[in-house]
């Protein structure tokens, strides 16, 4: 889709979008490739210190599911700073993963509440589309943060997925220098954090040409699935000297099939985002290494960007959030809850 | 018309009645406690969200009535509405997409009801199955991504509003008005009945079961399709992923307006305040910031009310 920002063709695009909505005259997000974005790190530097809010501010945040550590943690970082900034903040969730129209539901019902921005992270890339357009129509702020990706989202503050792959691959091209057979748990197909983490991780890895890619199969985020599939690759490739799972449950499913198969010191299985159990397989040596998002971090930077938009600062499209390799070299720097502390180490990288 | 109207609250009867004490009981509640509750704007949020579930409920409520189950109407949802949506996105005029869409849900629930009937399996085993089926077909010609850029013109039809009321809201109310008439004021309302209360005594007295059943499982893939279409039109967009465990909230409305899962009883008046009931707990909990947990808690004691207070009043059979 980027391509059509260049070339004469955006012309057309933007003649034939005159007629149509104010979100629909934006290209359709891909929060990856989005030119129009910043680093976090960037910020404080470009637009100056966080504006104050004025009283009586009100922000809704509303996400996933509370049954996952991310949407918890995430939702831990908006409070922080609306604690500390004496902001009154609302954060609701669906009840599964699953649940698209009861998480709409709760979306069109905070917009009627009369909050001064709405931070959104969708179950799915439509599902909140009536909401957006309904807030929008109202003149409230939407962020749509992290994961699945709003095509007409004005604001997106998140990580970037690709990244996540790109990170474990330069893992191995740096530290396995002779190269080998390596192999993917993918995520659900068609889930857009999924696909990228995967293409950036193949892409990065195929580049020096020693790494071949035996198997790329999807394990739906299960870490059953990943188990079985990991055992299965592993009678196939008796060689094989690395896994990089699409998320930490499904790498830790991937470490038992490791140890069952007694090849631990040959295998080395890298998962991504960052869980409490992740960060203790990495410390007990069980799991390479795992791509941290920092979603308490990244709580507290969306809730920043919000109270930015709302000072009315011209911030770009796509604010990236931070991220990080976590082997055991690093563990104990980055394990810490202090958040300015974990800042200054991110900004230090 | 006024006749109609008439019968009709001549027909709410005590177990109705009930339901909708129900639901005046917690409006007020919530009314008590949040003061955006009661406007305009926000009985018009509860009834737009509602909509959707109360489409699917009504055709649960049919084929529950003739001693059924249908657990597929989520997938036979999303299949549809995959299939509609490529054909919008394809340039097929708009009510040939909806013909086409609604021809995908009848056929699925022919399919149902053709295995149920001919095929002599059980209701609930082959929507089980139908489940999966419908929805891997889904997934599989998506390949597991949304179709995006649906026209303006076929989102029109469900963004607009009459009066203030969303057209989602009217097409869904007429809807309700169609199944009633049938239910009440045909003679394949009274077969319903008939082949869910007795299946044996029905054959007997000479009513088509065959055709009865196929008839309940048709209409349920309609009215899934219908909800599909009302979806994909207010979203823009059609997921293969959409109508999860829509099912359970269907059977849930219906449960709660008065339908018996043993068959032969059930309303649909009962089932629209039961989806209303529903959208209404959502609602209210959300706009007194209760998490999403302590909803989910609400929504089972409601049911579990709900089915005490059946039980109470409809004396011994249960």
């Known amino acids: 889709m980027q391509h059509f920002l260049k070339g004469a063709l955006a012309a057309s695009v933007f003649a034939l979008s005159l007629g149509m909505s104010q979100a629909q005259d ?41 049954t996952n550590e991310y949407w918890r943690s995430l939702g831990e970082g908006y409070q922080n700073v609306a604690t500390a900034l004496g902001i009154e903040f609302v954060y609701q969730a669906a009840q599964s993963e699953g649940d698209q129209l ?41 962020l749509n943060v992290n994961d699945a990706v709003i095509p007409s989202a004005t604001h997106y503050v998140g990580n970037v997925q690709k990244g996540n792959g790109v990170n474990v691959a330069n893992w191995f091209i740096a530290n396995r220098p002779d190269g080998g057979k390596v192999a993917v748990i993918e995520g659900q197909p068609g889930v857009y954090a999924a696909g990228q983490r995967t293409a950036g991780f193949t892409e990065t890895i195929n580049a020096p040409g020693n790494f071949e890619v035996v198997a790329s199969v999807p394990a739906n985020w299960s870490r059953e699935e990943a188990f079985n599939a990991a055992a299965t690759i592993l009678q196939q490739h008796p060689d094989l000297i690395g896994f990089y799972a699409n998320n930490d449950g499904m790498a ?70 931070p991220q990080a390799l976590i082997t055991k070299d690093n563990v104990e720097t980055y394990a810490t809850t202090d958040m300015a502390a974990l800042r200054a180490a991110l900004m230090a990288q | ?103 995908v849900g009848v056929a699925c629930g022919f399919v149902n009801g053709a295995l149920i009937t001919w095929g002599g399996l059980q209701p609930f085993i082959v929507t089980l199955g139908g489940l999966s089926l419908y929805r891997a077909l889904a997934l599989i010609y998506t390949g597991g991504t949304p179709i995006f850029g649906l026209p303006d013109e076929f989102r029109a039809l469900t963004n607009g509003a009459w009066m203030g009321v969303p057209n989602p809201v009217i097409a869904v109310g007429i809807l309700a008005l169609l199944v009633w008439v049938i239910l009440t004021k045909t003679p394949l309302g009274e077969y319903f009945m008939a082949v869910g209360g007795n299946p044996e005594a029905a054959r007997i007295a000479g009513v088509p079961v065959t055709l009865t059943k196929l008839a309940a499982y ?3 893939g309609l009215m899934a399709a219908v909800a599909a279409m009302i979806l994909i039109g207010r979203l823009g967009a059609a997921e293969p992923t959409l109508g999860t465990l829509w099912e359970l909230d269907a059977i849930a409305a219906a449960a709660i307006g008065g339908a018996s899962l043993m068959g032969g009883r059930g309303s649909i008046i009962g089932t629209l305040i039961g989806a209303i009931i529903l959208g209404t707990l959502r609602n209210g909990l959300t706009l007194m910031n209760v998490q999403a947990f302590y909803q989910l808690l609400a929504t089972g004691i409601i049911i579990i009310v709900a089915m005490l207070i059946d039980k109470l009043t409809s004396g011994k059979q249960g």
């Open chain 1, 26 to 66: 934006l290209a359709p997000l891909n929060s990856d490739s989005e030119p129009d974005r910043m680093d976090w790190s960037e910020l404080e530097a470009k637009f100056g210190p966080l504006p104050a809010p004025p009283a009586g501010t009100k922000v809704g945040g509303v996400s996933k599911t509370l």
């Open chain 1, 102 to 142: 009861g998480q709409l539901s709760i979306a069109e019902n905070l917009i009627s509440q009369g909050f001064n921005a709405l931070l959104f992270s969708p179950q799915s890339d439509a599902n909140l589309i009536p909401a957006v357009e309904a807030a929008t129509a109202a003149g409230i702020p939407v």
């Open chain 1, 252 to 321: 830790l499913g991937v470490v038992e099939a490791v140890k069952a198969a007694g090849k631990q010191d040959q295998v080395a299985v890298f998962g991504t985002d960052g869980v409490s159990d992740a960060y203790a397989a990495v410390r007990a040596g069980d799991l390479t290494g795992t791509v941290d998002s920092f979603p308490v971090l990244t709580g507290e930077i969306a809730m920043e960007v919000a109270l930015r938009l709302m000072a009315g600062q011209d911030l770009p499209r796509v604010v990236a959030t």
């Open chain 2, 1 to 103: 018309m006024s006749n109609l109207i008439q019968s009709l609250f001549s027909r709410i009867r005590f177990r109705e009645a009930g339901t909708l004490l129900g639901l005046i009981l917690i409006g007020a509640v919530f009314a008590w406690q949040s003061e955006t509750f009661l406007t305009a704007p926000n009985i018009i949020n509860i009834l737009q969200q509602s909509a959707i579930n109360a489409c699917i409920a009504l055709g649960m409520t049919l084929v529950i009535i003739s001693g059924g189950i249908d657990l597929s109407v989520g997938p036979v949802a999303a299949l549809s509405a995959v299939l509609g949506a490529a054909m919008l996105v394809a340039g097929v005029p708009v009510p040939l997409t909806i013909l086409g869409a609604l021809g």
């Open chain 2, 218 to 220: 048709m209409i349920s």
